[in-house]
C-alpha cells in the first residue's frame, strides 16, 4: 500500500497539521512516511499545502505530480490541484465554503461539511480534523486512535486541554462520511 495525498487549503486552516498527523500516524503504526510542506509568505491567510506519503515499502521521493487523494480546504487549492488526482482517486472538499464542487467524473469525490460541523462544536480550529475523520473512515492508511495518538505529539502541549475536543471533531468527521457512503 501506498498512499499519495495532496492536502490543500489556506495558511491557518491546519493543512500542515493534518499532513504531519498522518505522518507521525504512519511512523507510530511502522510505515514509511514523508511529509513536505509548502506555503506562501504570508503563513496565515497565505496559501499552503503538503505532499503526505503512506507506504509499506520505501518512498523513492517526497515529490509528485499525480496523487491518490486530494484534500481541498478552499476554492483556489482544489481549483489548482484537482486535475493532479489520478483517475479513480478520490477528492475529499470542504463544501461549506467551496462554491464550485470539482468537475472530475473519473474520481470519487466526498463533499464534506467541516467548517459548519466545526462552528457548531464551537471551535472553527477543529475543521482539519472533522476532514482528517472524514477521510480515515474513507480510506483507513492508519487508524483513528493511531491519529488521536499522533495528534498529542503534533499539538503543542499548551493546546493538549483541546484534545476532547478533536478527537469529537476526528469522531464527527467519521460519521459524515459514514453518512454520505450510506446516501451514495
Known sequence: MTEEIIIAGFGGQGVLSLGQILCYGGVIEGKEVSWM???????????????????????????ISKCDTLIALNQPSLDKFQSAVKPNGLIIYESSTILNPPTRVDVEILPIEAANEAAKLKNTRVMNMIILGAYLKKKPVISIETAFEALKKVLPERYHHLLPLNKEALMKGCELAEKLHVNS
Not at 42 to 63: F, H, L, Q, V, Y
Open 37 to 63: 510542506p509548502s506555503y506562501g509568505p504570508e503563513m496565515r491567510g497565505g496559501t499552503a499545502n503538503c505532499i503526505t506519503i503512506i507506504s509499506d515499502s520505501k518512498i523513492s521521493s517526497p515529490i
